[in-house]
């Protein structure tokens, strides 16, 4: 069955230091692409970044960066520079499988507190 | 582009009731998504639209229900109301091109079953 598992349900951080979510998920596909999004206390889910399962290199948005380990089926996502503003829950995304669409499958979310 | 909206934003409705949200895509978006989140459960799949066809269906009862129109736009009905049904439905719309599966998401909808 196909699963999107985030193992840290809380985590917190000073601001202007780093962080990782991990972010670990099972599928037969050979290509596909990979989702973090960010829902903040407002509770808009935001898309961070995305990241193409047939690429080698690591996507980059600003502050966010993830590590896509294709073979290990991980899926980090790296936050530098942490500011206040990033407090959020966040969350790993992945296309559901058999999935004849456009939906989606998250995982439990990592709760992420940026303090002063 | 004028993201997505959902309306309303917030609703209290009594067990037995039924109630319907709306969604409005991202213009353009051909696919709408509905999720349901609750604290304990987090974010499941309801359902998914396209060209006014359902296209893939999460674990809900019959209960749940939804419909897309021809400008893209989407409801989802919910009937006989459980104290359950309590949470923030999101609506997503994606473009629905090639691989790319990101989703937009709309502000939600924050249904209270009381």
């Known amino acids: 069955a196909q699963t999107v598992t985030q193992s840290q349900p809380e985590m917190s951080v000073q601001e202007a230091e780093t962080v990782t979510l991990s972010c670990t998920y099972d599928?037969?596909?050979?290509?596909?692409?990979l989702f973090w999004y960010k829902q903040p206390p407002s509770r808009q889910m935001i898309l961070v970044i995305r990241?193409?399962?047939?690429?080698?290199q690591n996507a980059t948005e600003n502050r966010f960066s993830v590590n896509f380990q294709k073979a290990a089926k991980s899926f980090s996502l790296k936050i530098s520079d942490s500011q206040l503003g990033d407090t959020a829950m966040y969350f790993c995304?992945?296309?559901?499988?058999?999935?004849?669409?456009?939906?989606?499958?998250f995982g439990k979310g990592t709760s992420l507190l940026v303090t002063p | 582009k004028a993201g997505v909206t959902q309306t309303p934003r917030y609703l209290i409705k009594t067990r037995g009731q039924q109630v319907t949200l709306s969604c409005s895509p991202i213009?353009?978006?051909?696919?709408v998504s509905w999720y349901q989140q609750t604290p304990g459960q987090g974010l499941q799949f309801l359902f998914e639209?396209?060209?006014?066809?359902?296209?893939n269906k999460g674990n809900f009862p019959g209960r749940f229900s939804g419909r897309q129109f021809s400008n893209s736009r989407s409801e989802m009905n919910v009937s006989t109301l459980e104290l359950g049904d309590s949470a923030l439905y999101l609506c997503?719309?994606?473009?629905?091109?090639?691989?790319?599966?990101?989703?937009?998401f709309g502000p939600g909808t924050r249904l209270t079953v009381t």
């Open positions: 997503a719309s994606s473009l629905a091109q090639g691989l790319s599966y990101e989703q937009y």
């Open positions: 599928t037969s596909e050979s290509n596909y692409y």
């Open positions: 990241q193409e399962a047939y690429k080698q």
């Open positions: 995304a992945f296309p559901l499988e058999s999935n004849s669409g456009y939906a989606l499958n």
């Open positions: 213009s353009g978006h051909r696919s």
């Open positions: 639209y396209f060209s006014e066809t359902q296209r």
